[in-house]
Protein backbone atom coordinates (compact mmCIF):
# COMPACT_ATOMS: atom_id res chain seq x y z
CA UNK A 1 0.00 0.00 0.00
CA UNK A 2 2.77 2.25 0.71
CA UNK A 3 2.61 5.32 2.76
CA UNK A 4 0.27 8.86 1.78
CA UNK A 5 2.48 11.12 -0.44
CA UNK A 6 1.92 13.72 2.37
CA UNK A 7 4.24 11.95 4.35
CA UNK A 8 6.71 11.24 1.63
CA UNK A 9 8.57 13.64 2.67
CA UNK A 10 8.47 15.49 5.86
CA UNK A 11 10.45 18.61 6.69
CA UNK A 12 11.00 19.64 10.51
CA UNK A 13 12.35 23.09 11.42
CA UNK A 14 14.85 24.06 14.20
CA UNK A 15 13.29 24.25 17.38
CA UNK A 16 15.30 27.26 18.34
CA UNK A 17 17.45 29.39 16.20
CA UNK A 18 20.59 28.54 15.09
CA UNK A 19 18.90 24.58 14.82
CA UNK A 20 19.21 22.72 11.58
CA UNK A 21 15.72 21.74 9.24
CA UNK A 22 15.28 18.15 10.05
CA UNK A 23 14.17 16.65 6.27
CA UNK A 24 13.06 12.69 6.00
CA UNK A 25 12.35 11.32 2.75
CA UNK A 26 10.37 7.85 3.08
CA UNK A 27 9.71 6.18 -0.38
CA UNK A 28 10.54 4.01 -2.77
CA UNK A 29 13.99 3.38 -3.76
CA UNK A 30 15.86 4.06 -6.92
CA UNK A 31 19.44 4.58 -8.22
CA UNK A 32 20.21 7.93 -8.11
CA UNK A 33 17.63 8.92 -6.01
CA UNK A 34 20.20 10.59 -2.94
CA UNK A 35 21.73 12.40 -5.98
CA UNK A 36 18.18 14.02 -7.15
CA UNK A 37 17.63 14.96 -3.57
CA UNK A 38 21.17 16.33 -2.87
CA UNK A 39 20.77 18.27 -6.35
CA UNK A 40 17.77 19.89 -5.34
CA UNK A 41 18.77 20.42 -1.85
CA UNK A 42 21.93 22.71 -3.16
CA UNK A 43 19.95 24.10 -5.96
CA UNK A 44 17.32 25.57 -3.16
CA UNK A 45 20.79 27.45 -1.15
CA UNK A 46 20.67 24.18 1.61
CA UNK A 47 23.83 23.01 3.06
CA UNK A 48 23.73 19.71 4.55
CA UNK A 49 25.33 19.64 8.00
CA UNK A 50 24.98 15.56 8.26
CA UNK A 51 22.64 12.66 7.04
CA UNK A 52 21.99 9.13 7.08
CA UNK A 53 20.20 6.91 4.46
CA UNK A 54 19.76 3.21 4.06
CA UNK A 55 17.66 0.95 1.79
CA UNK A 56 16.91 -2.85 1.39
CA UNK A 57 16.82 -2.17 -2.49
CA UNK A 58 13.17 -1.67 -2.67
CA UNK A 59 12.38 1.07 0.14
CA UNK A 60 14.42 3.72 1.07
CA UNK A 61 14.77 6.24 4.12
CA UNK A 62 16.62 9.17 4.11
CA UNK A 63 17.59 12.03 6.75
CA UNK A 64 19.28 15.21 5.84
CA UNK A 65 20.41 18.26 8.38
CA UNK A 66 20.41 21.24 7.03
CA UNK A 67 21.11 25.28 7.29
CA UNK A 68 20.35 27.90 4.92
CA UNK A 69 23.05 29.56 3.13
CA UNK A 70 23.25 32.83 4.51
CA UNK A 71 23.53 34.40 0.74
CA UNK A 72 20.59 32.97 -0.44
CA UNK A 73 17.06 33.50 -0.60
CA UNK A 74 14.98 32.65 1.97
CA UNK A 75 13.27 28.94 1.22
CA UNK A 76 10.42 28.13 1.04
CA UNK A 77 9.72 25.10 2.62
CA UNK A 78 6.47 23.80 1.05
CA UNK A 79 7.92 24.72 -2.38
CA UNK A 80 11.24 22.57 -1.16
CA UNK A 81 9.09 19.67 -0.35
CA UNK A 82 7.16 19.93 -3.59
CA UNK A 83 10.22 19.17 -5.62
CA UNK A 84 11.55 16.42 -3.13
CA UNK A 85 8.31 14.84 -3.94
CA UNK A 86 8.74 15.04 -7.54
CA UNK A 87 11.82 13.36 -7.22
CA UNK A 88 10.59 10.41 -5.54
CA UNK A 89 9.06 7.29 -7.11
CA UNK A 90 5.36 7.46 -6.58
CA UNK A 91 3.84 4.78 -3.81
CA UNK A 92 1.17 3.67 -5.98
CA UNK A 93 2.52 3.69 -9.36
CA UNK A 94 4.87 0.42 -10.45
CA UNK A 95 8.47 1.56 -10.73
CA UNK A 96 8.85 0.86 -14.61
CA UNK A 97 5.74 3.36 -15.33
CA UNK A 98 7.00 6.02 -12.93
CA UNK A 99 10.98 5.39 -14.62
CA UNK A 100 8.91 5.68 -18.10
CA UNK A 101 7.11 9.05 -16.87
CA UNK A 102 9.79 10.54 -15.58
CA UNK A 103 12.10 10.06 -19.40
CA UNK A 104 8.85 11.40 -20.95
CA UNK A 105 8.34 14.87 -18.93
CA UNK A 106 10.67 17.25 -19.13
CA UNK A 107 9.96 21.41 -18.50
CA UNK A 108 9.12 23.70 -21.42
CA UNK A 109 11.55 26.33 -21.92
CA UNK A 110 10.74 29.73 -21.69
CA UNK A 111 12.96 32.84 -23.31
CA UNK A 112 13.08 35.83 -21.02
CA UNK A 113 14.39 38.95 -23.16
CA UNK A 114 15.05 42.58 -21.42
CA UNK A 115 16.94 45.37 -22.77
CA UNK A 116 18.15 48.16 -19.90
CA UNK A 117 20.45 50.87 -18.98
CA UNK A 118 24.08 49.06 -17.77
CA UNK A 119 24.73 49.18 -13.99
CA UNK A 120 27.10 47.25 -11.82
CA UNK A 121 25.72 44.05 -9.98
CA UNK A 122 22.68 44.08 -12.57
CA UNK A 123 23.49 40.52 -13.87
CA UNK A 124 23.27 39.30 -10.05
CA UNK A 125 20.05 41.19 -9.50
CA UNK A 126 18.25 39.73 -11.96
CA UNK A 127 19.90 36.15 -10.98
CA UNK A 128 19.18 36.45 -7.57
CA UNK A 129 15.47 37.52 -8.19
CA UNK A 130 15.13 34.49 -10.85
CA UNK A 131 16.20 32.22 -8.14
CA UNK A 132 13.89 34.05 -5.55
CA UNK A 133 10.68 32.92 -8.10
CA UNK A 134 11.81 29.40 -8.54
CA UNK A 135 13.12 29.89 -11.82
CA UNK A 136 16.02 27.70 -13.24
CA UNK A 137 18.59 29.38 -15.84
CA UNK A 138 19.47 26.73 -18.23
CA UNK A 139 21.53 28.95 -20.73
CA UNK A 140 22.21 32.85 -20.95
CA UNK A 141 23.28 35.59 -23.43
CA UNK A 142 24.07 38.57 -22.11
CA UNK A 143 25.49 41.64 -24.35
CA UNK A 144 26.78 45.20 -24.12
CA UNK A 145 25.82 47.14 -26.79
CA UNK A 146 28.09 50.71 -27.49
CA UNK A 147 25.50 53.23 -26.06
CA UNK A 148 25.85 51.10 -22.70
CA UNK A 149 22.79 48.83 -22.86
CA UNK A 150 22.54 45.70 -21.73
CA UNK A 151 20.47 42.79 -24.12
CA UNK A 152 19.66 39.93 -21.68
CA UNK A 153 18.49 36.57 -23.15
CA UNK A 154 17.74 33.84 -20.53
CA UNK A 155 16.32 30.65 -21.08
CA UNK A 156 14.37 29.41 -18.07
CA UNK A 157 12.30 26.44 -16.72
CA UNK A 158 9.72 26.98 -13.96
CA UNK A 159 10.89 24.69 -11.09
CA UNK A 160 6.98 25.20 -9.44
CA UNK A 161 5.66 24.17 -13.65
CA UNK A 162 3.57 27.27 -13.40
CA UNK A 163 4.61 29.36 -16.01
CA UNK A 164 1.90 28.80 -18.60
CA UNK A 165 -0.66 30.65 -16.73
CA UNK A 166 -1.14 34.22 -16.93
CA UNK A 167 -0.64 35.06 -13.06
CA UNK A 168 2.66 33.33 -12.99
CA UNK A 169 3.87 35.51 -16.02
CA UNK A 170 2.64 38.01 -14.74
CA UNK A 171 4.28 37.66 -11.53
CA UNK A 172 7.75 37.40 -13.26
CA UNK A 173 7.72 40.43 -15.09
CA UNK A 174 6.71 42.64 -12.82
CA UNK A 175 9.43 41.06 -9.92
CA UNK A 176 12.56 41.96 -12.49
CA UNK A 177 11.07 45.45 -13.53
CA UNK A 178 10.95 46.64 -9.88
CA UNK A 179 14.74 44.73 -9.40
CA UNK A 180 15.77 46.82 -13.01
CA UNK A 181 13.61 50.20 -11.85
CA UNK A 182 13.72 53.05 -14.12
CA UNK A 183 17.06 51.46 -16.00
CA UNK A 184 14.11 48.85 -17.93
CA UNK A 185 13.57 49.65 -20.68
CA UNK A 186 11.63 46.31 -22.14
CA UNK A 187 10.78 43.42 -20.61
CA UNK A 188 9.30 39.86 -22.40
CA UNK A 189 8.83 36.45 -21.87
CA UNK A 190 7.96 33.89 -24.03
CA UNK A 191 7.27 29.55 -24.74
CA UNK A 192 10.02 28.27 -26.72
CA UNK A 193 9.65 24.99 -29.18
CA UNK A 194 11.38 22.58 -29.79
CA UNK A 195 14.40 23.69 -32.05
CA UNK A 196 15.89 25.39 -28.77
CA UNK A 197 17.30 21.79 -27.98
CA UNK A 198 20.03 22.44 -30.86
CA UNK A 199 21.17 25.45 -29.56
CA UNK A 200 23.47 24.52 -27.02
CA UNK A 201 26.88 25.41 -27.81
CA UNK A 202 29.31 28.06 -27.19
CA UNK A 203 31.79 29.69 -29.41
CA UNK A 204 34.61 27.70 -29.55
CA UNK A 205 37.42 27.52 -27.03
CA UNK A 206 41.29 27.75 -27.91
CA UNK A 207 43.11 24.32 -27.66
CA UNK A 208 44.81 25.96 -24.67
CA UNK A 209 42.05 27.07 -23.07
CA UNK A 210 40.18 23.82 -23.58
CA UNK A 211 43.28 21.14 -22.29
CA UNK A 212 43.10 23.79 -18.90
CA UNK A 213 39.54 23.26 -18.59
CA UNK A 214 38.63 19.83 -19.25
CA UNK A 215 41.99 18.03 -18.25
CA UNK A 216 42.02 15.33 -15.91
CA UNK A 217 45.40 14.51 -14.52
CA UNK A 218 45.73 15.68 -10.72
CA UNK A 219 49.43 17.00 -11.55
CA UNK A 220 50.80 19.43 -9.14
CA UNK A 221 51.01 22.03 -11.71
CA UNK A 222 46.95 21.68 -11.73
CA UNK A 223 46.63 20.88 -8.33
CA UNK A 224 48.16 24.29 -7.53
CA UNK A 225 46.52 26.53 -10.29
CA UNK A 226 43.20 24.76 -10.33
CA UNK A 227 41.83 22.66 -7.32
CA UNK A 228 38.82 24.20 -5.58
CA UNK A 229 40.33 23.69 -1.94
CA UNK A 230 41.65 26.60 0.59
CA UNK A 231 45.60 25.04 0.70
CA UNK A 232 47.80 22.38 -0.48
CA UNK A 233 47.81 20.70 3.14
CA UNK A 234 43.95 20.00 2.54
CA UNK A 235 44.72 18.82 -0.81
CA UNK A 236 47.10 15.99 0.59
CA UNK A 237 44.31 14.94 3.62
CA UNK A 238 41.77 13.85 0.26
CA UNK A 239 41.65 9.83 1.06
CA UNK A 240 39.91 6.88 -0.42
CA UNK A 241 39.97 3.72 0.99
CA UNK A 242 37.65 0.24 -0.04
CA UNK A 243 36.98 -2.35 2.25
CA UNK A 244 35.24 -5.97 1.50
CA UNK A 245 35.92 -7.37 5.26
CA UNK A 246 32.84 -5.87 7.03
CA UNK A 247 30.06 -7.15 4.45
CA UNK A 248 29.55 -9.90 2.63
CA UNK A 249 27.14 -8.47 0.14
CA UNK A 250 28.66 -4.86 0.11
CA UNK A 251 32.12 -3.08 -0.11
CA UNK A 252 32.94 -0.29 2.49
CA UNK A 253 33.28 2.69 0.74
CA UNK A 254 34.99 5.50 3.10
CA UNK A 255 35.87 9.24 2.20
CA UNK A 256 37.75 11.64 3.88
CA UNK A 257 38.15 14.92 2.75
CA UNK A 258 38.12 18.66 2.67
CA UNK A 259 34.20 19.93 2.79
CA UNK A 260 32.32 22.27 0.34
CA UNK A 261 29.39 23.27 -0.89
CA UNK A 262 27.00 20.28 -2.36
CA UNK A 263 30.00 17.88 -1.68
CA UNK A 264 27.85 15.70 -0.82
CA UNK A 265 25.87 16.16 -4.54
CA UNK A 266 29.21 15.51 -6.11
CA UNK A 267 29.99 12.41 -4.78
CA UNK A 268 26.14 10.94 -5.06
CA UNK A 269 26.36 12.51 -9.28
CA UNK A 270 29.26 10.87 -9.70
CA UNK A 271 28.25 6.89 -7.71
CA UNK A 272 24.42 7.57 -10.00
CA UNK A 273 26.41 8.34 -13.26
CA UNK A 274 28.47 5.01 -12.54
CA UNK A 275 25.48 3.35 -12.32
CA UNK A 276 26.57 2.14 -8.60
CA UNK A 277 23.93 1.67 -5.80
CA UNK A 278 24.17 2.75 -2.21
CA UNK A 279 22.59 0.31 0.39
CA UNK A 280 23.90 2.71 3.41
CA UNK A 281 25.51 5.54 4.23
CA UNK A 282 26.28 8.14 7.00
CA UNK A 283 27.49 11.23 6.10
CA UNK A 284 29.64 13.06 9.35
CA UNK A 285 29.55 16.84 10.34
CA UNK A 286 32.15 19.12 9.33
CA UNK A 287 34.96 19.14 11.40
CA UNK A 288 37.49 21.18 11.18
CA UNK A 289 36.96 21.58 7.22
CA UNK A 290 36.50 18.09 6.73
CA UNK A 291 33.90 15.65 6.03
CA UNK A 292 34.04 11.60 6.63
CA UNK A 293 31.47 9.49 4.45
CA UNK A 294 31.06 6.04 4.90
CA UNK A 295 28.75 4.47 2.26
CA UNK A 296 28.11 0.94 1.60
CA UNK A 297 28.03 0.11 -2.17
CA UNK A 298 27.28 -2.23 -4.82
CA UNK A 299 28.13 -2.69 -8.94
CA UNK A 300 25.19 -2.38 -10.94
CA UNK A 301 25.17 -6.24 -11.24
CA UNK A 302 24.73 -7.08 -7.24
CA UNK A 303 28.97 -7.45 -6.98
CA UNK A 304 31.15 -6.24 -4.76
CA UNK A 305 34.39 -4.00 -5.77
CA UNK A 306 36.85 -6.73 -5.32
CA UNK A 307 38.35 -6.16 -9.26
CA UNK A 308 41.38 -4.31 -8.32
CA UNK A 309 41.17 -2.02 -11.30
CA UNK A 310 37.48 -1.29 -11.01
CA UNK A 311 38.89 -0.03 -7.52
CA UNK A 312 41.12 1.81 -9.26
CA UNK A 313 39.11 3.36 -11.86
CA UNK A 314 36.13 4.65 -9.10
CA UNK A 315 39.19 5.84 -7.03
CA UNK A 316 40.68 8.06 -9.25
CA UNK A 317 36.78 9.21 -10.33
CA UNK A 318 36.17 10.17 -7.13
CA UNK A 319 39.30 11.92 -6.13
CA UNK A 320 38.74 14.25 -9.15
CA UNK A 321 35.37 15.01 -8.67
CA UNK A 322 36.38 16.30 -4.78
CA UNK A 323 39.31 17.87 -6.27
CA UNK A 324 37.82 19.53 -9.31
CA UNK A 325 33.90 19.80 -8.57
CA UNK A 326 33.87 23.03 -10.83
CA UNK A 327 36.91 24.46 -13.45
CA UNK A 328 37.57 28.21 -13.13
CA UNK A 329 40.15 29.92 -14.97
CA UNK A 330 41.14 33.07 -16.37
CA UNK A 331 42.11 33.42 -19.99
CA UNK A 332 42.63 36.00 -22.76
CA UNK A 333 40.29 36.29 -25.38
CA UNK A 334 42.17 38.83 -28.17
CA UNK A 335 42.75 42.03 -26.32
CA UNK A 336 39.69 41.13 -23.13
CA UNK A 337 39.87 38.92 -20.59
CA UNK A 338 37.64 35.96 -19.98
CA UNK A 339 36.73 34.07 -16.70
CA UNK A 340 35.65 30.77 -17.40
CA UNK A 341 33.81 28.25 -15.41
CA UNK A 342 32.91 24.66 -15.99
CA UNK A 343 31.49 21.64 -14.79
CA UNK A 344 30.74 18.36 -15.59
CA UNK A 345 27.13 17.16 -16.70
CA UNK A 346 25.15 14.23 -15.16
CA UNK A 347 24.33 11.71 -17.52
CA UNK A 348 20.95 13.00 -16.68
CA UNK A 349 21.37 16.08 -18.85
CA UNK A 350 20.88 17.77 -15.94
CA UNK A 351 23.95 20.57 -14.97
CA UNK A 352 24.71 21.71 -11.17
CA UNK A 353 22.57 24.29 -10.05
CA UNK A 354 23.38 27.95 -8.82
CA UNK A 355 26.91 28.04 -10.68
CA UNK A 356 25.63 31.28 -12.57
CA UNK A 357 24.01 32.92 -9.01
CA UNK A 358 27.46 32.13 -7.29
CA UNK A 359 29.79 33.87 -10.18
CA UNK A 360 27.80 36.64 -10.35
CA UNK A 361 27.27 37.11 -6.75
CA UNK A 362 31.47 36.88 -6.37
CA UNK A 363 31.56 39.52 -9.49
CA UNK A 364 29.67 42.47 -7.81
CA UNK A 365 31.55 41.95 -4.90
CA UNK A 366 34.62 43.00 -6.13
CA UNK A 367 32.93 45.27 -8.22
CA UNK A 368 33.57 43.98 -11.60
CA UNK A 369 31.50 44.33 -14.24
CA UNK A 370 30.59 41.99 -16.61
CA UNK A 371 30.57 42.79 -20.25
CA UNK A 372 28.99 39.77 -22.23
CA UNK A 373 28.00 36.34 -20.34
CA UNK A 374 27.25 32.98 -21.89
CA UNK A 375 26.21 29.58 -21.08
CA UNK A 376 26.86 26.67 -23.63
CA UNK A 377 27.67 22.63 -23.52
CA UNK A 378 30.76 21.30 -24.55
CA UNK A 379 31.65 17.76 -25.32
CA UNK A 380 35.61 16.99 -23.75
CA UNK A 381 37.51 14.22 -21.76
CA UNK A 382 34.59 11.60 -22.75
CA UNK A 383 31.87 13.41 -20.77
CA UNK A 384 29.76 17.14 -21.65
CA UNK A 385 30.36 20.25 -19.68
CA UNK A 386 28.51 23.39 -18.64
CA UNK A 387 30.73 26.19 -19.32
CA UNK A 388 29.95 29.37 -18.12
CA UNK A 389 32.15 32.53 -19.96
CA UNK A 390 32.17 35.85 -18.64
CA UNK A 391 33.99 38.58 -20.50
CA UNK A 392 34.80 41.21 -17.95
CA UNK A 393 35.50 44.99 -17.77
CA UNK A 394 38.31 47.04 -16.38
CA UNK A 395 38.19 49.02 -13.21
CA UNK A 396 40.03 50.99 -10.48
CA UNK A 397 40.37 48.24 -8.31
CA UNK A 398 41.08 45.51 -10.54
CA UNK A 399 43.57 45.56 -13.81
CA UNK A 400 42.67 42.82 -15.76
CA UNK A 401 46.38 43.13 -17.64
CA UNK A 402 47.59 42.39 -14.28
CA UNK A 403 48.39 38.71 -13.34
CA UNK A 404 47.73 38.94 -10.05
CA UNK A 405 44.43 40.80 -10.37
CA UNK A 406 43.52 37.89 -12.39
CA UNK A 407 44.55 35.60 -9.63
CA UNK A 408 42.46 37.35 -7.25
CA UNK A 409 39.00 37.01 -9.27
CA UNK A 410 39.31 33.09 -9.97
CA UNK A 411 39.93 32.59 -6.55
CA UNK A 412 37.26 34.89 -5.19
CA UNK A 413 35.07 33.19 -7.91
CA UNK A 414 36.60 29.42 -6.52
CA UNK A 415 35.53 30.02 -2.96
CA UNK A 416 31.70 31.92 -4.06
CA UNK A 417 31.29 28.46 -5.55
CA UNK A 418 32.87 26.07 -3.03
CA UNK A 419 31.30 28.10 -0.23
CA UNK A 420 34.34 28.77 1.37
Not at 10 to 34: A, F, H, S
Not at 99 to 120: E, G, I, M, N, W
Not at 122 to 127: A, E, G, I, K
Given at each position: ?????????????????????????????????????????????????????????????????????????????SNLKN??????????????????????????????????????????????????????????????????????????????????????????????????????????????????????????????????????????????????????????????????????????????????????????????????????????????????????????????????????????RLKVE??????????????????????????????????????????????????????GRVAA????????????????????????????????????????
Amino acid sequence: MGVPSDDVVVIQKGRRPGEPCIITVNCPDKTGLGCDICRIILDFGLLIEKADFSTDGIWCYVVLWVFPDSSSPVVKLSNLKNQLQSVCPSCSVPFYLYQQATRSSSSPVYLLTFLCLDRKGLLHDVTKTLSELELSIQRVKVTTTPDDRVLDLFFITDNTDLLHTKERQDETIKQLRDVLGESCISCELQLLGPEYESHHGIPSLSPAVAEELFRCELLDKETRSQALSPDMTKLKKTNVTMDNSLSPAHTLLQIHCADHKGLLYDILRTLKDCNIKIAYGRISPNIKGYRDLDLFIQQNDGKKFVDPDKQSALYLRLKVEMLHPLRVIIANRGPDTELLVANPVELSGKGRPRVFYDVTTALKTLGICIFSAEIGRVAASDREWEVYTFLLEENHNFQLSNMVAKNQIADRVRRTLMGW
